[in-house]
């Protein structure tokens, strides 16, 4: 295979075409997608079903504009997401990115808010170590230090509570503690704010790229709900690279059992085939503001693209008919465990943690105390970049550690990547550590 300069992220080489699990570039050289990119590609690459289903709907018609026309693949891409969801979630607005769908988020509740009467409620609250989007609304709800950079100055202001990491919990809080310290912390700050003033609380269950794959502890999301239920805070679930079944529920709060008031979700949705991104709330929601002002009142001009539509329900239909969630949850528990035994136990990795099909590695310079590494050591992207010369493609991301350290990577493959694809993805991980450190 060639060599890739050592930060390969900043000069990749040219795509040529995906088959499944795998990707060839135009020197020939193929990988194996262990990460779908950002999470995204759920059902791997050029699946013929998919593409069909695009082609037809772009021989009747790409888009017929949502405020002309609806359509088939819309009416029914909602039906499907309606009884996925269940638990009074039936409204939804689809657009095209995940920042789009979290701008959806915050303007439907603040809207909301406004509707009945609240007019106070203009805060949001959010967590450190979160990532929601690229927009300047969700970039002001994104505690990323990194990525908020030359814009800080100029985002909505917004109140960051900790993470919910149970790896590195806030100092002196013991890992049995963390549940009810978390809930305290937001409770605090709603009472800080004045509850007359809050919004909502936006929180991933799931943290992706700005926590190295976080699953919150157990108890949390309910213990959150209850604060936020009491002081007539909205909860938003940011499920963008969660949800769509990544976790091996649809909904990744459902393995918490909790029903959020907003949520968005997005890579998985159309698997990267079109790009297609959902906000979906309440009917409660939907009814206000309907009643209040004729609908939601946000949409951009492809908010609800007819081909995209049709992308994701032949994407989200496929997984049904294979059961594919299931497979998911399954060898999901293999991927993890067998990660853990196999990369877990090396002396530069602090940590593996995730669900599903949804694991995250944590490098740290030190297993015992957890210390990152030094950020110009560049770890990440290194690491990276020795997996690809092991012919895998996984995410690598940094700056969710300790000040804007932090190094790791997500691995994140096909919800139908066959047993020997699962298998190479660990053993090439395996190889790649010792390239990276021996
Ligand atoms: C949790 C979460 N929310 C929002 C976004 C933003 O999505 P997009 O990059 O499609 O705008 C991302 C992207 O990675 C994400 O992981």
Redesign the pocket.
Known sequence: MKEFPPFSLQEPPKVAFGRGSWVTDQDGNEVIDGSGG?AVYCLGHSDPRVNEAIANQLNQIAQGYRRFYNSDPLEQLEALIRERCGGGLTEMMFNS???EA?ETCLKAALQYQQAIGQTGRTRFISRMRS????TLG?LSVSGYPLRRGPFQESLLPVSFVSPANDYRPPEGVDADQLVEFLANELENEILKLGPENVCAFIM?PVV??AGCVVPAPAGYAQAIQAVCQKYGVLLIS?E??SGAGRTGNWRALEHDGVVPDIMSV?KGLGGGYLPL?VTIYQQKIGDVLREKDGGLMTGHTFTAHTAGCAAALKVQQIIEEENLLDRVKTKGAWLGQSLKERVGDHPFVGDVRGRGYFWGIELVQDKETKQPFARDLQIAERFGHALRQEGLLLYPVSGFGTEQQGDGVIVAPAYNATDDVLEQIVGRIESALKRLFD
């Open positions: 950002p990115s995940g920042s979290v990532y929601h989007g690229n969700a991933e992706g790229a940011d963008v690279m997005a991104s």
